[in-house]
């Protein structure tokens, strides 16, 4: 059974920083598809930024610069880092993974089609 176990949510400042992490369990994250989500109240789950197994990425443009994707393969953990955090970037954030072996569409997409595997969300909260 596939679980993708996320922490490191919480509430900043704007200005402050964040890192989110990502535990996959029963999910080799080596060789997949992975990415960030995120839900605002009302608003539709959008993409935030995702990660090919070559390590290329393709990330929305409101958090260019100030956010980065990364995993550490050996813990299988996928890592969002967040900087310079903006009451609009208030969410919830989901991690996300494809299916095992399949790989990422080329070009590299932000849509929620090639997701297979979803985290539980936490919430990011940023006051002004």
């Known amino acids: 059974q596939v679980q993708l176990v996320e922490s490191g949510g919480g509430s900043v400042q704007a200005g402050g920083s964040l890192r989110l992490s990502c535990a996959g369990y029963g999910y080799a994250i080596d060789w997949n598809c992975l990415g960030w989500f995120r839900q605002a109240p009302g608003k539709e789950r959008e993409g935030v930024v995702v990660l090919d197994s070559d390590g290329r990425t393709s990330s929305t443009d409101s958090v260019k610069g100030r956010f980065t994707i990364s995993k550490d393969n050996p813990k299988n953990t996928l890592y969002l880092q967040m900087n310079n955090l903006k009451p609009e970037d208030t969410a919830v954030y989901y991690c996300?993974?494809?299916?095992?072996?399949?790989?990422?569409?080329?070009?590299?997409?932000?849509?929620?089609?090639?997701?297979?595997?979803w985290g539980q969300g936490t919430q990011v909260t940023v006051s002004s």
């Open positions: 996300a993974a494809g299916a095992m072996g399949v790989g990422c569409p080329f070009p590299l997409e932000l849509n929620v089609d090639w997701v297979r595997y």
